[in-house]
């Protein structure tokens, strides 16, 4: 593991430019599941009751969605960066991230001290809910504090459109510019480093492929084996909390 640690430290003190790509692997030591993994979200949930034609066409199925979105973001509304984040922040603040591409509504990026210009949200954010109609934006926490009131599938009090928090269902249809802007940072970068995903789900998944395609190293950092591996320059297996702190403190001289 040591020297695997000390290989992509060198890496990214060669490299130009960084892509790192983070799934929810990146948060579970933060105390929110990620989807895959034995006790995750789809363990516990029907992805199903998630399709965003549901939520559109289904009133009882909206409401359900709600109640699930609702425990969801009690997860996630007080939790606090991990070393992973921190890491990945360092990485801003050293100068040597190009771009964050991140596939979790968290939100804990931003805690951590990443930009918001550094960072391509590809799912969206719980943090915000957006009407369907008119787009308005709101915070999450007053219209969670609306559902505490009663309301089971709160709507827009501009246009009266439905409610939904701000993040990207199945079936519903990736943002446009944050999905175009990560595939050519992607196809841009000389090093792409995925932390925390399974690598499964489209289109997102074909980012790091796009990345080794394009010439770039590609570095693996997961507890479990992912669908890229087989294309993987390094691959280290384990906490990514552990790993990234140590490939900083690598990064950095040996200094914490
Ligand atoms: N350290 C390192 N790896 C971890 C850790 C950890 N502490 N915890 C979990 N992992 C790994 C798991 O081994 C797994 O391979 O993170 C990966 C998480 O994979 P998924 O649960 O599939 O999450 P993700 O890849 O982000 O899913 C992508 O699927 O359901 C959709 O929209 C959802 O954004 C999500 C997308």
């Known amino acids: 593991m040591e020297d695997l640690i000390k290989r992509v430290a060198r890496m990214i003190g060669d490299a130009k430019k960084i892509v790192v790509f983070v799934g929810a692997g990146l948060s579970?030591?933060?105390?929110?599941?990620?989807?895959?993994?034995?006790?995750?979200?789809?363990?516990?949930?029907?992805?199903e009751d998630f399709?965003?034609?549901?939520?559109?066409?289904?009133?009882s199925k909206r409401e359900k969605y709600w109640e699930m979105a609702t425990e969801m973001y009690g997860a996630m509304k007080d939790a606090q960066?991990?070393?992973?984040?921190?890491?990945?922040?360092?990485?801003?603040?050293?100068?040597?991230?190009?771009?964050?591409?991140?596939?979790?509504?968290d939100g804990l990026h931003f805690k951590a001290g990443n930009s918001e210009n550094k960072v391509l949200e590809l799912h969206g954010t719980a943090m915000h809910v957006?009407?369907?109609?008119?787009?308005?934006?709101?915070?999450?926490?007053?219209?969670?504090?609306?559902?505490?009131?009663?309301?089971?599938?709160?709507e827009c009090d501009s246009c009266g459109g439905?409610?939904?928090?701000?993040?990207?269902?199945?079936?519903?249809?990736?943002?446009?510019?944050?999905?175009?802007?990560?595939?050519?940072?992607?196809?841009?970068?000389?090093?792409?480093?995925?932390?925390g995903s399974s690598l499964v789900v489209y289109p997102a998944a074909q980012m790091p492929v796009v990345?080794?395609?394009?010439?770039?190293?590609?570095?693996i950092i997961n507890r479990d084996?992912?669908?890229?591996?087989?294309?993987?320059?390094?691959?280290?297996?384990?906490?990514?909390?552990?790993?990234?702190?140590?490939?900083l403190k690598e990064v950095k001289g040996g200094k914490e």
């Open 130 to 154: 957006s009407c369907l109609d008119c787009r308005k934006r709101y915070e999450r926490a007053p219209i969670q504090d609306r559902i505490a009131g009663g309301e089971k599938a709160p």
């Open 211 to 219: 990345a080794k395609q394009s010439g770039a190293k590609l570095v």
């Open 162 to 195: 439905l409610l939904k928090p701000a993040t990207i269902s199945f079936g519903q249809t990736m943002p446009e510019r944050e999905t175009a802007e990560a595939f050519r940072r992607s196809a841009d970068c000389d090093v792409f480093i995925v932390i």
């Open 51 to 59: 399709y965003f034609q549901n939520f559109i066409s289904d009133r």
């Open 81 to 105: 960066p991990n070393a992973g984040h921190i890491a990945v922040a360092e990485l801003e603040r050293l100068g040597k991230l190009d771009c964050l591409i991140t596939q979790n509504i």
């Open 28 to 47: 579970t030591e933060s105390g929110i599941p990620d989807f895959r993994s034995p006790g995750g979200v789809w363990d516990k949930y029907d992805p």
């Open 225 to 247: 084996e992912t669908a890229c591996d087989n294309r993987a320059d390094v691959i280290i297996k384990g906490q990514a909390g552990t790993i990234m702190a140590a490939i």
